[in-house]
């Protein structure tokens, strides 16, 4: 199975997520795009010291953090969809989005438009702050629209009942995981939150 990552905005924990769902499944992780360094594949590397969890290498990098379109243009670069090419492998695979959903690739392309190219399931990453239930349902829409098959949401932060239950109410999503505010990430709260989420998979 191939599954694709991807949030309701910038810094909404997508590449944690990505990692737990790798050491659960023991899958592995593929970004497609990358814009800024360190690299969200090097902090999956970090996250998953002990892991047979292959890291697959991004099909474009570029130095400024920035929407993928821009970045690229910096350094006179068009991306285009025909470039992405799946790794080959009969493991599941994480793919991890850029930004959110509607992050432009290109003046026609959008990123949540690699997930309709790779056939892979969509995971939304939700980080709750005011203003998310917006963001989220709004994500949703886009990805309704588009016909894209979903397997859940991950909501990432500290818990607002009213929000999580307004979400979950008008997307009719399923919640796969909640991530706490941890005071820090590392192999042993990635493993915690992936028996969470191990459990919680086929619910």
């Known amino acids: 199975m191939k599954y694709f990552v991807t949030a ?3 810094d909404s924990g997508k590449t944690l997520v990505s990692a737990i769902i790798c050491k659960a499944l023991h899958a592995d992780y593929w970004k497609p795009v990358q814009a ?7 902090m999956v590397r970090s996250l998953l010291p002990i892991t047979d969890s292959k890291i697959h290498r991004e099909t474009y990098i570029f130095k400024t953090p920035a ?3 821009a970045a690229a243009a910096l350094e006179n670069v068009k991306i285009s969809l025909n470039d992405f090419v799946i790794p080959s492998d009969t493991r599941d695979l994480i793919i ?5 959903c509607l992050v432009p690739l290109n003046d026609r392309d959008f990123v949540i438009d690699l997930a309709n190219k790779f056939n892979a399931e969509i995971i939304l990453v939700s980080n709750l702050y005011l203003g998310s239930i917006n963001h989220t349902l709004l994500s949703w829409e886009a990805i309704k629209q588009r016909g894209l098959p979903v397997k859940g949401i991950v909501f990432n932060g500290n818990h607002n009942a009213a929000s999580e239950r307004i979400i979950l109410h008008h997307t009719g999503l399923r919640c796969l995981l909640h991530i706490e505010q941890e005071t820090f990430f590392d192999a042993t709260i990635v493993e915690k939150y992936a028996k969470q989420l191990k459990a919680n998979w086929n619910g």
């Open 8 to 10: 309701i905005g910038t």
């Open 36 to 42: 800024g360094y360190p690299t969200d594949s090097e």
């Open 67 to 69: 929407s993928p379109h």
């Open 96 to 100: 991890e989005g850029a930004g959110g």
